[in-house]
């Protein structure tokens, strides 16, 4: 249809266009991933011009002296499994019932959706603030409602801190996966749901029959993007623990942060993020093959 | 006359019976989103509160006296001049650009047959999936290796990279989507990809630039853990770096420590009033259905 001189020069067009966006992202995030990996086989300050090549002596340490590490691994596969359940089931009935006609129903999408929005450094500040054990504003709830039995020191108890990080985590993120499943949702066939209630379906028939299996695709994207940002959990544990009480809150992304730029052992820290990026991967790469075999199908 | 009898005849078909389920549900809503928002009502008030006020009065008492000067006070002391001409210049630079690199490379991977274009394609998608506060060293070391830390590119180009993956993603759903009438005709005519590119694609996909525009401009205003990396100098320092060290600092100034929260957080909440509406329309067109 073409003849070769238009292929040739749309060839021309397409390097033009992708090349910008390729050049960056290789450079400035491809690199660093592969970089990682040989440093994390290194032994180095970050500014000494020579590296020391130490084979696998880093990842022995780590796996076994390094008693943070290991908490901050069971840490983060806590946070990661709660993170997976807890936002978008909230989000997933909040979008549900924001889907039905009902009076502010767009303020209240609103509401949900603005903690998305602020930094999540300005949320670790609230919520340090609000959980704090004297001026705090749940310690002041708690006494005005007489249940000081629950006070809690809710960032300094061990037993604890985690949990409540997690519910300023929580607070955060519903409204993403509410948006994320919104959006899917309008893509449920009205007809059928209709159909499906004038031959008498219950609601719950509905659900389970017609708008779950519609929000499939949805679903998988959100459990996803769930898992990751919840593996990426840096900020608002740096900025409300910094990995205390005694590292009890520490996580990987943050240790990794801790070794290589407070310690100054970029092999340690490098050889905690590959194994972060490991963990990320084996989530990662069965997603991405079940992804693209769906979209073969469809074509 | 004639006008009033069918609006009635409309009264009577969207108003059905009470349904008592929607009733429970929509309080049950209506409560969850109190709760949901009290945060902010707390920060709101206690912004604009005198410290003397924050401890005499209950956290959710609206301020008596509104103490503007918690404002102004923290906006000298937190070195908000410099941290707030920084967030802009950086988010200014790199929210259209990394918009416009992803959406000339989603339109090529989209409309241009390429040999490898489908490997290229997952070689980008495979970057959104990636959390980058993994490598955190690594980037430190390469922007240091180009003498750009404490500079504007040498976050800027990070931040390029991090962003266009998931750029990419969506806009490529939504180009391939495009119906191939609307771009077969101007080739033929003799119309290049760079000329089809921007008088017919970028108009139609201005919905989704925008939702893009609100991620972008949000997740770029807020980012933390690059900036904390990349930027030591604290004339170079973003906003949310200077939050964190207002807070070290003036902890017990509870007024105006809200004001330094209120002030960080609001530009990224008037981006989103603004393209708001096309927020929801924009998702669906590119990532959830495509």
Known sequence: MFNSKFMQSSRTQALLLIGPALAVYATFAIWPMIEVVFLSFQQWNGLDPHREWVGLANYQYILTNDAVFWVALRNTITWTILAVIFPPTIGLLLALGLNQQLFGRVPMRAIYYLPVIIAPIAVATIWRWMYDPFFGLFNQVLTSLSLQSLISDWLGDREIALYSMFVAYTWQYVGFSMVLFLAGLQSVDRSLVEAARIDGASRWQVFRHVTLPALRVTLAIVLVLSTISSLKAFDIVYGMTGGGPAQSTQMLALWAFMQSMQIFDFGRG???????????LTIVV?????????EGAGE | MTAIAPRREDDALLKPRRDPFLIILWIILVTFALVWIAPVVLIAFTALKSNAEVMATSAFTPPQEIAWNNFSGAWARGNFETTFKNSVIITVIKVPLGLMFS???????????????????LFFLFGAMIPFQVMLAPIFTLVNGFGLIDTYPGVILPYLAFGVPYQVFILHGFFKAVPKELSEAALIDGASHVTVFRRIFLPISLPVLAALLILDFVSTWNEFAMALVLLQDRHMWTLPLGLMSFQGQFSTDYGQLNAAIAM????????????QRYFVSGLTSGAVKG
């Open chain 2, 103 to 121: 959406a000339m490379a989603a339109y090529a991977l989209a409309r241009i047959r390429l040999r490898f274009g489908k490997l290229l394609l």
């Open chain 1, 270 to 280: 490098s050889a905690i993020s590959v194994i972060l990026l490991l963990v990320t």
């Open chain 1, 286 to 294: 069965p997603y991405l093959r079940w992804s693209q075999r769906d």
């Open chain 2, 264 to 275: 960080t957080v609001f530009p990224a909440v008037l981006v989103y009033m603004i393209f």
